[in-house]
T-cell receptor, first 107, second 113 residues
């Protein structure tokens, strides 16, 4: 059974701090990795994609990928209360999503 | 903005009734997925189509669920007969090709009483 595991959370950080979200996966052939944000009662929204080892930055978001360790992470710098949501890691080789990590950013 | 359109947004039905959910994928997206989301199980893949051909429906209870894509603009998910344990949010998503992120519809919140 191919797995996508996320740190279970919930995760709470103060406004302005860095939030770190982690995900491991079991399928070594995966090439495409995504982070989705899901606000309560809404549908998942794509926020980051990463395909190569290393870091990819987009504004306050940084995705990190390490294929040797089968590990992908999302860092949110200068966290804002509007970042409070559930973050889903997705591994597209087998179209599986992690269970999600609920993030709360406290003012 | 291109979007995936799902109908209905909400559905309350009695146990044993048939439920049909519809999805219009983004024009030009060749792969369409059906996911179910519950608090306990998270996002579960039910079925998906590529170029309208069903590729995998192993996530669906075969005795009561069926998924079809009669044309490139419509995907359907049917439950017959429905049961209370089917209560969940059902999402449709589409993607333009391998390696791209999915776009999700707004979902159908199904309640079976």
């Amino acid at each position: 059974q191919k797995e996508v595991e996320q740190n279970s959370g919930p995760l709470s950080v103060p406004e302005g701090a860095i939030a770190s979200l982690n995900c491991t996966y079991s399928d070594r052939v995966s090439q495409s990795f995504f982070w989705y944000r899901q606000y309560s009662g809404k549908s998942p929204e794509l926020i980051m994609s990463i395909y190569s080892n290393g870091d990819k930055e987009d504004g306050r978001f940084t995705a990190q990928l390490n294929k040797a360790s089968q590990y992908v992470s999302l860092l949110i710098r200068d966290s804002q209360p509007s970042d409070s949501a559930t973050y889903l890691c997705a591994v597209m080789a087998d179209m599986r999503f992690g269970a999600g990590t609920r993030l709360t950013v406290k003012p | 903005d291109a979007r995936v359109t799902q109908t209905p947004r909400h559905k309350v039905t009695e146990m044993g009734q048939e439920v049909t959910m519809r999805c219009q994928p983004i024009l030009g997206h060749n792969t369409v997925f059906w996911y179910r989301q519950t608090m306990m199980q998270g996002l579960e893949l039910l079925a998906y189509f590529r170029n309208r051909a069903p590729l995998d429906d192993s996530g669906m209870p075969k005795d009561r669920f069926s998924a079809e894509m009669p044309d490139a603009t419509l995907a359907t998910l049917k439950i017959q007969p429905s049961e209370p344990r089917d209560s969940a949010v059902y999402f449709c998503a589409s993607v333009q090709g391998a390696g791209y992120g999915y776009t999700f519809g707004s979902g159908t919140r199904l309640t079976v009483v």
